[in-house]
């Protein structure tokens, strides 16, 4: 069974930063392309980064790129996503999601992704 339970986010003042995690229960998580996914109030759910499995390749949202940065940590089942130089659009409810499957710039879709986290709360005031 392919669970990711979520922990971190909260509130921050704008030019913040905050981490959140993810831990994979399920084996073979040095298989699974990572990403992080936002959703805001009254949006669509929307990519915001991806990590392949080993962790050399990364891929970014122009709206995060050079902020945030997404790692991993295979011996430990753990997913992470440093947020830095907050602001208020980035104020979202964030998910972690798996897709077993090598690392594809292209999948960047709810669509595309099986398993997901259970969500946590980004607020960034202004």
């Known amino acids: 069974q392919v669970q990711l339970v979520q922990s971190g986010g909260g509130l921050v003042q704008a030019g913040g930063s905050l981490r959140l995690s993810c831990a994979a229960s399920f084996e073979s998580f040095n298989r699974y392309m990572m990403s992080w996914f936002r959703q805001a109030p009254g949006k669509a759910r929307e990519f915001v980064a991806s990590?392949?499995?080993?962790?050399?390749?990364?891929y970014y949202a122009d709206s995060v790129k050079g902020r945030f940065a997404v790692s991993r940590d295979n011996s430990k089942n753990f997913l992470y996503l440093q947020m830095n130089s907050l602001n208020p659009e980035d104020t979202a409810v964030y998910y972690c999601?798996?897709?077993?499957?090598?690392?594809?710039?292209?999948?960047?879709?709810?669509?595309?992704?099986?398993?997901w986290g259970q969500g946590t709360q980004v607020t960034v005031s202004s």
């Open positions: 999601a798996a897709r077993g499957a090598p690392f594809n710039t292209a999948r960047v879709y709810e669509g595309d992704y099986a398993y």
């Open positions: 990590i392949s499995w080993g962790g050399s390749q990364t």
